[in-house]
C-alpha cells in the first residue's frame, strides 16, 4: 500500500512531519500548510529558506511539456526585471497573454495606451509575441474581470499555467482570481511558491508556479527589513532633482550616478520606493561622503562588495537609470552619466517609459 502524499496548499510542497529544518515541516499530519507558509502568513516572517525546490531550466521544461494557456506574470514597476532569459527558447509556440501587474505603483498620468506600448516594446526586445495583455492594479482586485475574458477567449479547451518571474505577483493574482479559496502564500520574500499548485475552478486547472530565478540576487543579500521596504504597496511618489554642473546623486549604501550637465540644467526624477535613502552632492565630494555617511543607508547590503564603475552612452534626450529591485530614474537634459554600484546593484540604461 502506497502512502498518500499531502502537499501544502500555500507553496505546493509535499508535507512532512519528520524534520522541522527541511521543507514542508509541519507538526499536524492534517495541516493544510507547511511551517514556513504558517508562519508567512500570520506573522509574515520567514523561518527558513525559500528557495525553490525546481530549478529554473527544470521548471521552464515542465511548463514547456505542457498543453496550457499561459498567463505570464510580469510587474509593471519592475519591467525589464520581470523578462526571462530566453523565453521564447523554452517555450516556443505556447499561446501567451500578458498579465502586467503592480500599476498603482506607476503614477496615474501614465495613459494606459502608454502602459501596453512600452510592455510590447519589452517583448519585442524578448522575441514574444503574446496574444493579448492584461493590465491589473491593486493585487489584483482592479482588472480580475478582464483577466478571466482573456482566458475565455483564448483558452480552447486546454488549462492554465501562471508563470514568471519570483516575487512578480503571480500568487496574489490567483488570490484575486479566487477570493473564495483558502489563499496560496504571497510574501515580499522571493521564492515563495515552491512547487506548481493545481487549482481546479470554473472546469478547468489553473496552476501557480514557482518564481523563475530572479536576474542577479540583489534581494537575497539585503536583510527581511529592507526587502520589505523595496516593496511598495501605494503608489510610489517621484522625487525631483534639479542638477546643475557635475552632480551625484547616491542611493543607499548602493550606488552612485555621477551626472555631469553641460550648459543648462539637468533634472532627475527618482522613481523609488519610500524607504530609499537618497542623497545628492558636488561630484568632488562623492566619495568621502560614501565613505562617510552610506553605513546603514537603504538600501545597504550585509557583505561588502566592490564598486563596480561603468560610462554610459546617452541614447535619447530623456532616459532612465533602472537600479534593478530598486527603482528608476528619469534624466532629462544635456549631460553626460557615469555610475558607481556595488555587484549585486545592475544598472541599465532604457529609454525613459514615462
Ligand atoms: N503594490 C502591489 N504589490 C503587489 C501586487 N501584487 C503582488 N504584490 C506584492 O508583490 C510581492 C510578491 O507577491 P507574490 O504574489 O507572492 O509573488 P509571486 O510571483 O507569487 O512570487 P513567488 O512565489 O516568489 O514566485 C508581495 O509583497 C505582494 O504583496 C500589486 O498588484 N500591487
Ligand atoms: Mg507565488
Excluded at 115 to 142: A, H, L, N, W, Y
Excluded at 150 to 164: H, K, L, M, T, W
Excluded at 275 to 295: C, F, M, P, S
Aim: glycine share 6%; with cysteine; aromatic share 6%.
Amino acid at each position: 500500500m502506497t502512502e498518500h502524499i499531502h502537499y501544502c496548499q500555500g507553496c505546493g510542497v509535499p508535507l512532512q512531519t519528520i524534520d522541522p529544518s527541511k521543507k514542508g515541516y509541519t507538526p499536524k499530519a492534517d495541516s493544510a500548510l507547511c511551517k514556513r507558509c504558517y508562519r508567512l502568513t500570520h506573522y509574515g516572517d520567514l523561518v527558513t529558506s525559500s528557495s525553490g525546490l525546481i530549478k529554473t531550466e527544470d521548471l521552464l521544461a515542465r511548463l514547456a511539456s505542457m498543453d496550457a494557456l499561459f498567463l505570464w506574470v510580469i510587474d509593471l514597476f519592475h519591467l525589464p526585471e520581470s523578462m526571462v532569459d530566453g523565453l521564447i527558447r523554452h517555450l516556443p509556440d505556447k499561446d501567451i497573454i500578458i498579465v502586467a501587474t503592480k500599476r498603482e505603483l506607476l503614477p496615474q498620468t501614465l495613459s494606459e495606451h502608454k502602459i501596453t506600448s512600452m510592455i510590447r516594446q519589452q517583448c519585442k526586445e524578448s522575441f514574444v509575441s503574446p496574444k493579448g495583455i492584461v493590465v491589473v492594479s491593486d493585487f489584483g482586485k482592479d482588472g480580475a474581470d478582464d483577466v478571466f475574458r482573456a482566458i475565455d477567449i483564448f483558452r480552447n479547451n486546454r488549462d492554465v499555467v501562471v508563470f514568471g518571474v519570483a516575487n512578480a505577483g503571480k500568487s496574489t493574482l490567483i488570490n484575486a482570481l479566487f477570493p473564495h479559496r483558502l489563499p496560496v502564500t504571497v510574501s515580499q520574500f522571493p521564492g515563495t511558491t515552491v512547487d506548481l499548485i493545481p487549482i481546479v475552478e470554473r472546469g478547468y486547472t489553473i496552476y501557480d508556479t514557482p518564481g523563475i530565478e530572479m536576474r542577479n540576487h540583489l534581494l537575497h543579500v539585503l536583510d527581511n527589513h529592507q526587502v520589505k521596504l523595496l516593496q511598495p504597496k501605494t503608489s510610489v511618489k517621484p522625487i525631483v532633482f534639479q542638477l546643475q554642473g557635475r552632480q551625484t546623486l547616491i542611493i543607499g549604501q548602493c550606488a552612485m550616478i555621477h551626472i555631469d550637465c553641460k550648459d543648462s540644467p539637468v533634472s532627475a526624477v527618482c522613481y523609488v520606493p519610500a524607504g530609499v535613502d537618497l542623497h545628492r552632492t558636488k561630484t568632488e565630494n562623492a566619495q568621502i561622503y560614501w565613505q562617510q555617511h552610506t553605513a546603514g543607508k537603504v538600501p545597504f547590503t550585509l557583505h561588502e562588495s566592490k564598486l563596480v564603475r561603468k560610462t554610459w552612452k546617452k541614447t535619447d534626450t530623456k532616459v532612465d537609470i533602472v537600479l534593478m529591485y530598486i527603482g528608476f530614474i528619469s534624466i532629462s537634459g544635456d549631460c553626460t552619466i557615469d555610475t558607481e554600484a556595488i555587484e549585486p546593484c545592475e544598472i541599465i540604461l532604457r529609454k525613459a517609459v514615462i
